[in-house]
Each structure stands twice: as C-alpha cells, then as structure tokens.
C-alpha cells in the first residue's frame, strides 16, 4: 500500500457537485492499494498514521498525535499512485489493484482507523472527486509498506 498523509487545517472532498466529505484539523490521506495488500499491510498503516506525532506541542515541537489534537482524516482512494511512468509519456497503472480487491482492502483500512478511535470521513471509491485541501506546515508523509 502506498499511503500520501497531508496535515491540513480544513479538507473536503465533492463528488458531482455536493460535498461528500468533510473535516477541519486532521490528514487528508490518499491511499493507494496494490493486488499483494492484505490485513499485515492495513495494521501496519493504521498503526504508523494513528501514532505519527506531527502536531505541534506548547514547545512549537512535533510532538503530538491526531488523537491529542482531537483531529480526523479524510480517506480518498487513490488509483495513481501506482503510477509506472518509466516507457513513454503516458503512464502505465498495471501495478494498482484490481478493483475488487482494492476497494475492500481501502474499506478494511478506513474501518480500522475507525476502530483505532478516529474520525474517517471518505470520498467514494471509484468516483471522480474534487479534493480541496489547506495543507498545513505544509507537512506531507509518504508511507510505502513495500519499502518499510
């Protein structure tokens, strides 16, 4: 899996025109999943972004987590980031799951996070979404469970 986490002040995601998904301070994730992705992938996921201390404490330190900061996450399924652009000019999407498989596997992870105690708020898996963001910092992770 391949996971792009975004600390934003606000975040939204419309589908056809109507705001699907909303949260103020949080992740935006963008989340990529690969035909090998199973439960051992998702834990370790929901684990690392659960836990990941990017927040600012009284110090001006990262030093807290989403829970500390009563933040949520807005999840959006995201194809492309299994991008192959290594021939050519237009790139190849062969290493992304195969549908089936990757939505319930992104289902699996966001049900997780629930279970982890946060709010998950999420786009529609397939649809053609518009995300607005206000990145924060901006702070920007990029979790890949291929290179862990």
Do not use: C, W
């Amino acid at each position: 899996m391949k996971v792009v986490l975004q600390r934003v002040k606000q975040a939204s995601v419309s589908i056809n025109g109507e705001v699907h998904g909303r949260i103020g301070r949080g992740y935006m994730l963008l989340v990529g999943v690969s035909d090998d992705d199973d439960d051992e992938q998702i834990a370790y996921l929901v684990h690392k972004i659960s836990h990941l201390r990017i927040f600012e404490d009284a110090d001006d330190k990262l030093n807290l987590d989403i829970h500390a900061v009563d933040g949520a996450i807005l999840s959006i399924s995201q194809f492309t980031l299994y991008a192959d652009t290594k021939k050519g000019n237009r790139p190849s999407f062969t290493k992304a799951g195969q549908p089936e498989h990757a939505e319930r596997v992104y289902e699996a992870f966001n049900d997780q996070l629930r279970q982890a105690g946060l709010e998950v708020q999420t786009g529609i898996f397939g649809a053609d979404m518009l995300v607005d963001l206000q990145n924060d910092g901006p702070v920007t992770i990029i979790f890949d469970t291929d290179h862990r």
